[in-house]
C-alpha cells in the first residue's frame, strides 16, 4: 500500500517533573525529528524537564498546568495537519509515523496504538490486551495508546475537555457520539507500568474501572479527581 505522506504530524507531548525519563523519549524522538514537528508543554515542572529538553527540543510553558490544557495549547501552537498526542514514558516503534498516516489514508479521522506495556508481569499483559481489544469492542482509546487525530476534526469537536482527568476518555466518548471509528494502528506503542506500581497493578486497575464508571454516570469529576488522587 502506497502511504500519502502530504499531511504533517504534530507530536504533542504534555510533561510535568519528568526529568527522571524524557532524555529516553528524546532519543527515541531523534527518529522522527526530521518528518514531524515536535512539541513539549511543560506544565510548570518544579525539577529540570524544561532545561533537559529545550538544549534539544522546542518546550514550551503552558499558561495552565494539566494534562489537557498542555495539550491543547500545544496544539493551538502547532502547525500540522495530523496531532499525535503522545505520554512522556512512552516509546514509538520505527514506523510509528508510517502507521499513523495509513490509519488516516483508510478513511479514519483518529486513532491510536496497541498498547503494550514495558513489563514482564502477566497481569500487564493481560491490560495491554484488554486495552487493545477496548478500541475494537467499545471505540474507546485511552492517552497511553498515542492518541492521534485530523487537525480540523480535533477542533471541530471542541478539543480536549478542560478537566483535571478523563480528558482522553471523553474525547474517545465524543468521537464515538459523533459516529466515527477510532482506528488502531499496525503497530505498538511500548508504555511504562510505572502508574500502576505505586498502589499496586490491580488496585490500581480496579480504581480506574471505578472511576471510568463514575464518570460515565455524572459524578463530579472534581470529586472523581480526589479520589484519584
Known sequence: MSINRDKKISIIIPVYNEALV?????DNLDQFKDESEIIF???GSKDNTKSIIE??????LSPKKGRANQMNYGASLSSGDILFFL????HLSPHALERIHEVIEKGHKAGCFKIQFDSKSLLMKVCGFMS???VWLRNIAFGDQGIFILRDYFYEL??????PLMEDYQLSMD?????????????????????FLANGRLKTMARMQ??????????DIEVIAKLYK
Open 22 to 26: 524524557i532524555s529516553k523519549l528524546m
Open 41 to 43: 508543554v511543560d506544565g
Open 55 to 60: 538544549k534539544r527540543y522546542r518546550v514550551v
Open 87 to 90: 505520554h512522556a514514558d512512552s
Open 132 to 134: 487493545n481489544l477496548r
Open 158 to 163: 471542541g478539543g480536549f475537555r478542560e478537566i
Open 175 to 195: 468521537i464515538k457520539a459523533d459516529g466515527e471509528k477510532i482506528g488502531l494502528a499496525r503497530a505498538k506503542i511500548r508504555t511504562s507500568e510505572r502508574r
Open 210 to 219: 471505578r472511576l471510568q464508571y463514575m464518570y460515565r454516570k455524572g459524578v
